[in-house]
């Protein structure tokens, strides 16, 4: 059974910085593209950073130059540095992949960037 467990959420001003990560088991880790998303009220998830199993990355727009996605394939974890967070930045983060023509999801950890 797959699963997808985030961490790391809080409370942190603006200008600051936090580390999300995510937990994954039930899959071989190597294979599948890992994601972080981000949802607020009333708005569908967006994609905010993704790294392939070669390493490849790709970021939103928005978050360029100040998160970085990475993996650690031993431990089956994948974190999102978040730096110089904004307030715009406050929203639900999720740990997402496809695997085995599946969408998988990890419930979400709330990030609250205060002014």
């Known amino acids: 059974q797959v699963q997808l467990m985030e961490s790391g959420g809080g409370l942190v001003q603006s200008g600051g910085s936090l580390r999300l990560s995510c937990k994954a088991s039930g899959i071989n880790f190597r294979l599948p593209t890992m994601s972080w998303y981000r949802q607020t009220p009333g708005n569908p998830r967006e994609l905010v950073a993704g790294?392939?199993?070669?390493?490849?990355?790709n970021y939103t727009d928005s978050v360029k130059g100040r998160f970085t996605i990475s993996r650690e394939y031993a431990r089956r974890m994948t974190y999102l540095q978040m730096n110089d967070v904004k307030p715009e930045d406050t929203a639900v983060y999720f740990c997402?992949?496809?695997?085995?023509?599946?969408?998988?999801w990890g419930r979400g950890t709330q990030v609250t960037v205060s002014s």
């Open positions: 790294i392939s199993s070669s390493g490849d990355t």
């Open positions: 997402q992949t496809y695997y085995r023509n599946t969408n998988f």
